[in-house]
């Protein structure tokens, strides 16, 4: 499967942007598809997970609350809605796919068979 990440951009603290993960080559229903980022000189780190059929979801604590994730398989779609952005959200943003029935280890960049090249995200102060 192809992924292919957009919707990034700049963006003032406070604002919103929904990313998007579109998938092609397979259909996405058959993926955990998960997000992360990678601030500049920082490793790369979990955002959200949701599974395959979009009933549970997982999201790091440092966007729980703001971040929202979601995905439309008939449209082979992954959504990030990031609300409330503030300037430690600057990084580049990466949308995975993991073959895996459940989102336990969607936190884990290893579980991921597929990356799409990223996003990048600039929130100003």
């Known amino acids: 499967v192809q992924l292919q990440a957009s919707g990034g951009g700049l963006v003032q603290a406070g604002g919103s942007l929904r990313l998007s993960c579109a998938a092609s080559?397979?259909?996405?229903?058959?993926?955990?598809m998960g997000w992360f980022r990678q601030a500049p000189g920082k490793e790369r780190e979990f955002v959200a997970v949701?599974?395959?059929?979009?009933?549970?979801?997982d999201f790091a604590d440092s966007v729980k609350g703001r971040f929202t994730i979601s995905r439309d398989n008939a449209k082979n779609t992954v959504y990030l809605q990031m609300n409330s952005l503030k300037s430690e959200d600057t990084a580049v943003y990466y949308c995975?796919?993991?073959?895996?029935?459940?989102?336990?280890?969607?936190?884990?960049?290893?579980?991921?068979?597929?990356w799409g090249q990223g996003t990048l995200v600039t929130v100003s102060s």
């Open positions: 995975a796919a993991a073959i895996t029935d459940g989102i336990t280890g969607g936190r884990w960049s290893g579980a991921y068979n597929y």
């Open positions: 949701i599974s395959r059929s979009g009933s549970s979801t």
């Open positions: 080559g397979r259909t996405l229903s058959s993926y955990v």
